[in-house]
C-alpha cells in the first residue's frame, strides 16, 4: 500500500495544488490529509474543495478547529490569530460544518496520524525535541509502529527500539522491523524549516521506504492573493524564505 501524506496546508492553494500533481504520479493508494487545511493563507474554501476531490481520511488540525471556533484565539500569536478570524469571516457554510466534525486521528492497522501528538491529539502540543518525540513513543498504542504528524512545520523522522531513540539523518529512510517512527511530513503551505518548497510525503508499506519530498509552487501567485486579502504583510513575506 501507497501512502500519500500531507500536511498543514493553511489555505494555500498554489501550493496544495503542486503537491497534489505530484503525489498523483506517485501511484498512490491512500492520501491522507492531516489537517489545517485553512488559516494564514488566502484559500481556505478552494484548498479544502481540493481536498474533498482527494481524499475522505482528513484529521483536524488546531487552525481547522480555531476557524470554526472550538479552539480558544488567545493561544495563537498576533498574525495567526488575525487571520483565523479572516478565516472564520470568509469560511462557507459547507466548509464551517465539515471542519468542525473532523476526528483527531486516523489509523489503518500499525499505521496512524495526528495532527499535533499522539498522547494527547486534542491539547495541541508539538513535538520540537527528541526529548518530547521520547514520551510520545511511550504514548503509541502497542500495535503501532508508524505515526505521522504535522503542526511543527518541520519535516523529521524520529526511531524509537524502546531503549533508544534518535533522528534519522535526511528525509528518507527505509523502516526497519523493529523500531517504532514518529514522522512529520512537513507542510504543504508554510514550510518552516528554511525551504520554501512544498513538503510532502510518500510511504510504500510493501517496500517499507518513506520519503518526505519537496516541490516547488508559484510563492509569487499566493503572497499577492494574501496581500489583496488584507492579512498580515508577515504571513505573505515569510513563504519566501519557508520561515
Ligand atoms: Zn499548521
Not at 495563537?76 to 460544518?97: D, K, V
Request: net charge negative; hydrophobic share 40%.
Amino acid at each position: 500500500m501507497r501512502y500519500g501524506l500531507f500536511s498543514d496546508i493553511h489555505g494555500n492553494l498554489e501550493a496544495l495544488q503542486a503537491v497534489t500533481a505530484a503525489l498523483n504520479e506517485e501511484n498512490v493508494d491512500i492520501f491522507w490529509c492531516l489537517g489545517d487545511i485553512v488559516g494564514y493563507g488566502a484559500n481556505p474554501n478552494e484548498c479544502l474543495e481540493q481536498v474533498w476531490d482527494t481524499t475522505s481520511d482528513v484529521i483536524a488540525g488546531n487552525h481547522d478547529f480555531a476557524a470554526v471556533g472550538k479552539v480558544d484565539l488567545t493561544y495563537f500569536n498576533r498574525n495567526a490569530a488575525e487571520a483565523a478570524l479572516w478565516t472564520m469571516q470568509n469560511l462557507s457554510r459547507a466548509g464551517s460544518s465539515y471542519l468542525s466534525n473532523l476526528p483527531f486521528v486516523l489509523r489503518n492497522g500499525e499505521v496512524m496520524a495526528v495532527h499535533a501528538t499522539p498522547s494527547e491529539p486534542g491539547k495541541w502540543g508539538y513535538i520540537l525535541s527528541l526529548s518530547i518525540a521520547e514520551m510520545e513513543f511511550g504514548a503509541l498504542p502497542a500495535d503501532v509502529t508508524v505515526c505521522f504528524v504535522g503542526h511543527t512545520h518541520d519535516p523529521v523522522i524520529f526511531y524509537s527500539d524502546d531503549e533508544d531513540y534518535g533522528v534519522v539523518p535526511g528525509m528518507q529512510c527505509n523502516l526497519i522491523p523493529g523500531l517504532r517512527y514518529i514522522i512529520n511530513v512537513g507542510s504543504v503551505g508554510q514550510p518552516r524549516d528554511g525551504d520554501p518548497r512544498a513538503a510532502y510525503c510518500v510511504y510504500d508499506s510493501d517496500t517499507s521506504l518513506v520519503e518526505i519530498k519537496r516541490v516547488v509552487y508559484d510563492v509569487d501567485e499566493a503572497q499577492k492573493k494574501i496581500r489583496k486579502a488584507g492579512l498580515p504583510e508577515f504571513l505573505a513575506t515569510r513563504l519566501a524564505f519557508g520561515q
